[in-house]
């Protein structure tokens, strides 16, 4: 087995763990209920205010979900980092993979860049911001 199938079966075996201890985090610890559902993590309170967006459990799904994207946005940008080091480090003397290295991080550094632009975009547009 190579070192990039190591390191595919490797981040699969992450990425599987962390979705299976994200769903048994989100169904084993339900402490309340909303509308007779079983929630754990938005709490059903009644707004003193119902026309204000930032109160209602659609806003709140919203934020997590932005959230949630943002760091895997950060994940993928680690990897790609840790993919592009590893070729790096084991091109040996091939300029062809120093190449591709290099190119990998310059790719990773325009998404961090893209991604922080729209992070910045959205809460720009959005009134109040999203966070």
């Known amino acids: 087995m190579s070192i990039k199938q190591k390191f595919s079966v490797f981040l699969a075996s992450l990425a599987l763990i962390g979705t299976a201890s994200m769903t048994f985090v989100g169904t084993s610890f339900a402490a309340e209920k909303c509308g007779g559902a079983d929630v754990a993590i938005l709490k059903c309170d009644a707004s003193d205010n119902p026309s204000n967006a930032k109160d209602t459990g659609l806003w ?72």
């Open 60 to 131: 709140k799904i919203l934020v997590m979900a932005i959230n949630i994207l943002t760091g895997l946005a950060g994940l993928a940008a680690l990897g790609g980092i840790i993919y592009g080091a590893v070729l790096y480090t084991s091109a040996g003397g091939s300029p062809e993979q120093v190449k591709k290295a290099l190119g990998i991080f310059t790719n990773t550094a325009i998404g961090i860049v893209a991604f922080a632009i729209m992070y910045v975009a959205l809460n720009f547009l959005i009134p109040g911001g999203v966070f």
